[in-house]
């Protein structure tokens, strides 16, 4: 019989994946509009986007990857009416692999030459990438995270961070941490910040939040 998560189990704080959405939903929108705004023939613009893509593709398959294993197998073993909603969830992450493998395809066309056909092609595929990702991300915040509160114990969330730390190069670590505070408020901020050890705080303050800034302002240059 399925059942739902012992009812003495904390409950996970879901809230911290609408924070991580946010900084998706900016960085995909960003993706597009900065891209679209490059001059053909420049190069070296068109270096610093596609590696800033790259980032952005690691941490959302990161993402993903530890919803796969972490988050679907779990609910389905303990849902009956909702495993269609589980099931829809599968099903868009795996449009948006496939967005995401479209925009890797067409990348290297335009990263060499910064040709104008090649950045417009680049932009349609960016373009779909981010419809489809935000139709999934209201969708999980709307239907998903409600029935993971109900199912799920807080240790057994915390296997989707952990996930993510293990599976992501630790250098990238703290550009991904600044990605997410970027559009928290100050009680999100500091949820978030309280939740990692000591030691990371310090980093972060001392070398992750300077180094974000910097490569916030060469990403964005030319934002408009």
């Known amino acids: 019989m399925k059942t739902t998560r012992e009812r003495t189990a904390p409950a996970p704080d879901t809230h911290e994946m609408v924070v991580i959405h946010r900084g998706l939903r900016r960085e995909a929108r960003l993706l597009v509009e900065l891209i679209a705004a490059v001059e053909p023939g420049d190069t070296a613009r068109a270096r610093v986007l596609a590696d800033h893509f790259r980032d952005y593709r690691l941490g959302l398959d990161n ?6 294993e972490h988050l679907w197998p779990p609910l389905l073993a303990r849902v009956d009416l909702e495993a269609d909603l589980v099931l829809r969830m599968e099903a868009q992450h795996e449009r948006i692999a496939a967005s995401l493998t479209a925009a890797e395809a067409a990348l290297p066309a335009w990263e060499g030459g910064a040709g ?9 595929v960016l373009a779909e990438h981010r419809a ?10 709307a239907f998903l995270l409600p029935l993971a509160a109900r199912h799920l114990s807080a240790h057994e969330w915390g296997a989707l961070g952990e996930h993510f730390m293990t599976s992501t190069p630790k250098p990238k670590l703290l550009f991904f941490l600044g990605m997410v505070l970027e559009d928290a408020d100050r009680d999100e901020r500091a949820a978030m910040l309280t939740a990692l050890p000591s030691a990371a705080r310090l980093l972060w303050h001392a070398v992750g939040r300077p180094a974000y800034a910097r490569r916030v302002r060469t990403v964005r240059s030319s934002a408009r």
């Open 63 to 68: 993402h993903h990857h530890g919803e796969d």
């Open 116 to 124: 104008e056909a090649e950045r417009d092609a680049l932009v349609a």
């Open 132 to 141: 489809v990702l935000v139709e999934h991300l209201d969708d999980e915040e």
